[in-house]
T-cell receptor, first 113, second 114 residues
Framework: EADIYQTPRYLVIGTGKKITLECSQT?????MYWYQQDPGMELHLIHY???????EKGDLSSESTVSRIRTEHFPLTLESARPSHTSQYLC????????????FGDGTRLSIL | KNQVEQSPQSLIILEGKNCTLQ??????????LRWYKQDTGRGPVSLTI?????NTKSNGRYTATLDADTKQSSLHITASQLSDSASYIC?????????????FGRGTQLTVWP
């Protein structure tokens, strides 16, 4: 099992609330990622980071923001949640070697009412 | 357009039987191809990674093959078990950037019945 943790696992919250999804890894990986996954669909990259103080937007446009102040921590924030944000959010990390696998957390299933 | 297509979309087999899942891709340039297993409600877990020079790789009862010329890969599962019920995702990485951009398939949903 990979040492990457996401909290909360499930979150049901009302429209307009500010949300932070937590992701931490203990493997010392420089690269970290956030993906969005809807049922039966492929994963879409929304944010990634090469290391501390590095953040980039991914392929799928997202109203969320991320920060990377510490190597092990890569939180994702939604300033004002909307029903369209309802989805599963998966965090991953990997070694610098591009031929190494990504290690995924178990995800946060987010429902916005 | 870089794409990863998986077939079948879903598959039901009986416990103890073998099965083969397919992955076709158009990603270029090619760096590596990965197979992940995703249990319901969990994150994907890596099964195999193959680079251009590798045409087969095994991980226990899972054997992946790669034909880089035809841009096809397969994942063969031997003597299936109930715990093999999951979504199997094919992922292809390109060499176009330092990040090694990943292209995800939609997965094959495998159900193993007793």
């Amino acid at each position: 099992e990979a040492d990457i943790y996401q909290t909360p696992r499930y979150l049901v919250i009302g429209t307009g609330k500010k949300i932070t999804l937590e992701c931490s890894q203990t493997m010392g990986h420089d690269k970290m990622y956030w993906y969005q996954q809807d049922p039966g669909m492929e994963l879409h990259l929304i944010h990634y980071s090469y290391g501390v103080n590095s953040t980039e937007k991914g392929d799928l446009s997202s109203e969320s923001t991320v920060s990377r102040i510490r190597t092990e921590h890569f939180p994702l924030t939604l300033e004002s949640a909307r029903p369209s944000h309802t989805s599963q959010y998966l965090c991953a990390s990997s070694d610098a070697d591009s031929n190494q696998p990504q290690h995924f957390g178990d995800g946060t299933r987010l429902s916005i009412l | 357009k870089n794409q990863v297509e998986q077939s079948p979309q879903s598959l039901i087999i009986l416990e103890g039987k073998n099965c083969t899942l397919q992955c076709n891709y158009t990603v270029s340039p090619f760096s590596n191809l990965r197979w992940y297993k995703q249990d319901t409600g969990r994150g994907p877990v890596s099964l195999t990674i193959m680079t251009f020079s590798e045409n087969t790789k095994s991980n226990g009862r899972y054997t992946a093959t790669l034909d880089a010329d035809t841009k096809q890969s397969s994942l063969h599962i031997t003597a299936s078990q109930l715990s093999d019920s999951a979504s199997y995702i094919c992922v292809v990485s390109d060499r176009g950037s330092t990040l090694g951009r990943l292209y995800f398939g939609r997965g094959t949903q495998l159900t193993v019945w007793p």
